[in-house]
Structure formats: C-alpha cells, structure tokens
C-alpha cells in the first residue's frame, strides 16, 4: 500500500495510458501528476480526445493505467485485483454519469440504495440511509416515484443521491448536466455547491466553461497532458 500526501484523497504520478501496439499505439495519457486535496472541489476541463475521459477512467478506477502510480484514499490501485477494484469502486467513489443510468423498473429510493445492496447492507438501514440521502438532494418527497415519472434534473438528483449514499472519498461526475436543460442545470450545479460547502472531495469532467466556473479548481487536459492547473479566484472571493 502507498499512501497518498499528507491531507490528498486522490494522488497520480507519472501516469501513461497506451492502448494498441505498433503502428496503431495511442498515447491517451503522457505523464500526468495530479492531486487532489480532500475537500476540494475540482473540475477537468479539455476538447474531445483530450485525454479528460481516459483520466476519468482512471480516477474512477475503470480502467489502470499502463504505467504510473495512482492512489486513492491510501490504497494504491495499481497492486489492486478486480475483486478489490469493484469493492473500491462501491465504497470509495460516487459516480454520476451523463445519461443517469437508473433502472427504469425501480424507484427513486430503490435506485438509490443500489450501491447498498451490492455491498450487502441490510435492508431497514439501506432504506434509511436511501431516504437521507434523497433528502440531501431535496427529493425525499418522490422516493416512490420511478425514473419515467420524474424530470431530467430531478433524475439526475436521484443519481447524485446514489452517488453520496456510501458516504464516498470521491464525488466523481462524468458531464453532470450534459443532458439537461439550463434550469435544471442550474439546480445541479447548487447542490454540487452546497455538497463541496459540506466538505465533499468533487471532481467534474466536463467541457463546459458555466460548469468549471463552479468549482475552485480547474485542470486543462490536453493531448495526454495536463497544460493548465489554476484556482478559480472568483470562486475562491466568494468562499
């Protein structure tokens, strides 16, 4: 195990990811040193094929890079096997995607205590902590309502409820309002806001400048390679 600096949930070092051989080889990844302090709200920003998903993928522990270290939370996840990747994934990282992905055939709370019931907590405790977190995202009120009968911005709460019901290291968002419409953005964005306030550890993937504006820290991803790393000073005023 390789623990990470003195207060980073998150630490890359010399990172490079190749995929193919020979003439088809692809460096998507070119020697990134990232760390990221707990608490701290940060967004990757970059144009497509930037690099900024293959990043994602690594950060979410989906994929292990071809070299480099990375640590999470004190557990090196390049010694880790798949079983003790998926136990991570479930424990240490909250994702909200793009597209939502909830099961259409549960509800609100039922999709929230997913990853719950994958790690095999039982069922009263599940549902309160399902209830507590679809509360922090003020959608307790449609806890019984499936995925159909809810709108875009209101199903994208019930995934960050999922994301937060863990209790994880990492908030991990992949293009959170990439779906939505600029209200409903508006209301994603508050509670990511109101989550970092609290002392949630945040990192966005994103390409758009209204969204990284929102964290205190934004990466520039570009051909494998990070080329900027700055505080938001206006949202560093505002704190």
Do not use: W
């Not at 003439?23 to 990757?44: F, P, Q, W």
């Not at 293959?54 to 480099?68: E, Q």
């Amino acid at each position: 195990m390789t623990s990470t600096s003195a207060g980073s949930v998150l630490e890359l070092r010399g990172i490079h990811q190749v995929y193919g051989t020979g003439d088809a080889e692809v460096h998507a990844l070119r020697g990134i040193d990232l760390s990221v302090a707990a608490g701290e709200y940060m967004a990757i920003m970059g144009p497509s094929g930037s690099g900024k998903s293959t990043l994602m993928n690594l950060l979410g522990c989906l994929d292990v890079a071809s070299s480099g270290t990375y640590s999470l939370a004190g557990n090196d996840v390049n010694d880790l096997d798949e079983k003790e990747l998926a136990r991570v994934r479930n424990r240490e990282i909250g994702f909200v995607f793009q597209s939502f992905n909830l099961v259409p055939r549960m509800t609100a709370l039922q999709n929230t205590e997913l990853p719950l019931a994958y790690g095999g907590v039982k069922y009263a405790e599940r549902k309160r902590r399902g209830l507590e977190a679809l509360e922090a995202v003020n959608l307790s009120h449609r806890a019984d309502h499936r995925p159909h009968q809810l709108s875009g911005g209101q199903q994208q709460r019930v995934a960050i409820a999922r994301a937060l019901v863990t209790n994880p290291t990492l908030l991990l968002a992949d293009e959170p309002t990439g779906n939505l419409d600029s209200e409903s953005t508006h209301e994603i964005l508050a509670i990511f806001d109101q989550l970092a306030a609290q002392g949630r550890t945040i990192v966005i993937i994103t390409h758009e400048e209204t969204v990284a504006g929102r964290a205190h820290r934004v990466v520039t991803v570009k051909d494998g390679l990070i080329t900027t790393d700055r505080l938001n000073r206006e949202r560093e005023l505002a704190r």
